[in-house]
């Protein structure tokens, strides 16, 4: 079914056109986005009969079976994931905006997955770093010479009380992160919300998150909308940050605080989200002091964030530190090399580093890992590092967005110094993120990008 965007072309945001110069740096951002990292690539592939497992076929599984398809001959490669719809993730914002189509974000996995590499569509139910082998849910025994896991992590809609999925929707409720159809579904109330106005209460979780700029996002565009639509003073709108910043890095965070502060958006800090009660469309925080009850009409709900059962019930998570909890994968942040076991690497979501639960992280993640692979079984080193390189293009408004590019330090590291000002609204980094950043998406996943 067509995805009904009139209340957004009533906002107009493309009315206004794109000069040359605005078309020049658009492609000049995505030509830029698109070079592959600086990761040595064989002149001839690597013959081999090695046994590699990849367990994971989202956007850090495909790109590693892409990318060891292309260098090694010989090696047996299993693709191991129930799901045979691929998400492009990234869109769901823009679908959670009525910017774009559910369909936009949708495709099949299938069609990502290279020649002479096996796709086995079950999940994997165990881990066996000691025996070198997983086991899927049918009872099915892999076993390996090298494993890539690149499950992602799991939505715990269930650690709030009184939430569940079911929910997204209905009660003034929204919640872009579960699925294509849940972030349409979003867009619809929230629109409705910004029709009349109202108390709109945005926040983030206590935990490790996808995308750690998409609370924030959402925040502003649902903001724009209501001074769009002429309700902007018949509303409130709160944001609660978990603890005492806006955004990790603290340049953006101070950014953020202005930002929101010039566009009357409130901020409470140290609020995380405990129980919410549809019916009566309260929210329940917890604070230093206790708790704290919120009223709305509408809520983007974003749940807590963890590894998925089979990793935090494996050998493979961290034992101590800050990702022991949500059982991330205890990785080295510079290979994603496993720190005990040495044939496993963790990519994408699922590891354990200070930064990087992005598909741009992915796009520099997933060569390194497999530049360690390859050299090993050539029996060579590699001295390729990930050094935390995280994206965020970061709307803050319809038509507007800044491109936050940073490192394990917190460091900016802009892709186009002197062309694209990090710190600044601008229409070309919105004309990135709505148009030019999925063909790069999809090249990555093909090994390309």
Request: glycine share 10%; net charge positive; hydrophobic share 40%.
């Amino acid at each position: 079914m067509e995805h009904d965007n009139s209340n957004f072309r009533r906002d107009n945001v493309f009315s206004k056109p794109i000069n040359r110069r605005q078309a020049l740096l658009g492609s000049v951002g995505v030509a830029g986005m698109m070079l592959t990292p600086g990761i040595a690539n064989a002149a001839t592939k690597v013959k081999t009969s090695a046994r590699i497992v990849i367990a994971g076929a989202g956007a850090a599984g495909l790109t590693a079976a892409s990318r060891l398809s292309e260098a090694l001959d010989g090696a047996k490669i299993t693709l191991i994931d129930a799901r045979k719809e691929h998400f492009y993730q990234p869109g769901f914002t823009l679908v959670g905006s009525g910017i774009k189509s559910p369909s936009y974000v949708v495709s099949s996995t299938a069609e990502y997955v290279p020649k002479g590499v096996e796709l086995l569509e079950e999940r994997v139910a165990e881990f066996d770093p000691d025996g070198q082998k997983v086991v899927t849910e049918s009872g099915k025994t892999l076993p390996y010479d090298f494993l890539i896991v690149a499950v992602g992590m799991t939505l715990e809609y269930g650690l709030i009380e009184g939430m569940n999925e079911n929910l997204i929707g209905q009660n003034g409720i929204g919640s872009i992160y579960h699925s294509p159809a849940k972030a349409e579904a979003t867009w619809k109330t929230m629109s409705a919300f910004a029709d009349k106005g109202g108390r709109g209460v945005f926040l983030r979780p206590n935990t490790e998150m996808k995308c750690a700029g998409a609370p924030l996002k959402y925040t502003f565009v649902t903001e724009d909308y209501l001074t769009r639509r002429g309700q902007r003073s018949k509303a409130e709108v709160i944001y609660n940050a978990n603890n005492k910043v806006l955004f990790g890095v603290p340049i953006v965070s101070e950014k953020v605080r202005m930002l929101f502060q010039a566009r009357g958006i409130k901020v409470n800090y140290d609020r995380v989200l405990k129980a919410i009660d549809p019916g009566k469309r309260i929210a329940t925080f917890t604070t230093p002091e206790g708790t704290e009850e919120q009223g709305y009409d509408f809520i983007h709900v974003i749940p807590p964030m963890r590894a998925p059962a089979s990793i935090r019930n494996s050998p493979l998570p961290w034992k101590t530190g800050p990702w022991v909890a949500e059982g991330w994968m205890e990785v080295d942040k510079g290979t994603l090399r496993h720190m005990r076991y040495r044939n496993v690497f963790g990519v994408g979501d699922i590891a354990g580093v200070p930064k990087g639960k992005t598909a741009a992280s992915v796009k520099w993640q997933v060569p390194v890992a497999v530049d360690h692979l390859v050299a090993e079984i050539a029996g060579k080193t590699s001295d390729a590092l990930y050094t935390g390189y995280t994206s965020c293009p970061l709307i803050t408004r319809l038509g507007r967005a800044m491109l936050v590019e940073f490192d394990y330090q917190n460091n900016l590291v802009p892709s186009f110094p002197g062309v694209i000002a990090p710190l600044e609204e601008l229409w070309v980094t919105w004309v990135m993120k709505t148009m030019g950043l999925k063909p790069t998406y999809i090249s990555m996943l093909r090994g390309r990008a």
